[in-house]
């Protein structure tokens, strides 16, 4: 029971402390100090106090000092944390209109078009809380299929026990699915103002083609002090570990 308490109050200390920093950070970004707002907010997430809150205000700091990279990381790592945050998403978009590379993403064909764009159009989050929904409108369907009176009801709610348990099924696969595929993404951020891309993980090796800083990537493998990176468009090569930050 002490050592519950003493939990308790660590962690209720570390929030009032947490609170006081993001108020300290806000007040120094409103009076136009970005760098000393970025150092306060990035004291909170050193401190284990992650938000996507925080990572959002850090973002914004680094934004007003036009520094592209960190802007675009610190967003997508609060998106990360909250895939719904509106404000979050209009900002990166316009982070995102100062990076020098404009890769365009291959489309999809066929069925796997049709799967993705599916169930890309919500993060899992939302499609686990309609299988809930689903759940909860199978169970009132059920209740009035049983207490219904009269045959005609009774089909109407049969009819809808069925579609409700349909939306289970689509719903749970369709969650599952995108988790799926996000857990096995790396994404990371292009840290470095030029990268050379290397099509072999060594200095010698050929450039690929170079990328710069704030652009996007899927980190695919990793060798040593080099890290194999595909692009939306599909093109690999090789950079070395430092010129990139994982998301995840």
Known sequence: MKKLLYILTVLFFAQGWAQSALDEGNALYKDGKYNEAAKKYQTILDNGNQSAEVYFNLANAYYKMDAVAPAIYNY??????????????????????????????????GFSKMVYNFTGAYHYDAWAWGAVVAAFLFLLFFLGYYFAGTTVVKRIFFVGMFVALLGIVVTILSATFVKS????????????????????????????????????????????????????????????????????
């Open 76 to 109: 997508e790592k609060a998106l990360l944390l909250k895939p719904n945050y509106k404000d979050a998403k209009i900002n990166l978009d316009y982070a995102q209109k100062m990076v020098i590379d404009d890769i365009q993403a291959v489309p999809q064909v």
């Open 181 to 248: 595929e996000e857990a096995k993404q790396r994404p990371a951020i292009v840290f470095n103002e030029v990268v050379s891309v290397k099509s072999e993980p060594r200095d010698a090796a050929q450039d690929a083609f170079i990328l710069h800083e704030g652009t996007k990537v899927l980190v695919k493998e990793t060798l040593g002090n080099w890290k194999k990176i595909e692009l939306a468009d599909d093109s690999e090569g090789w950079v070395e570990k430092d010129a990139i930050k994982e998301l995840k």
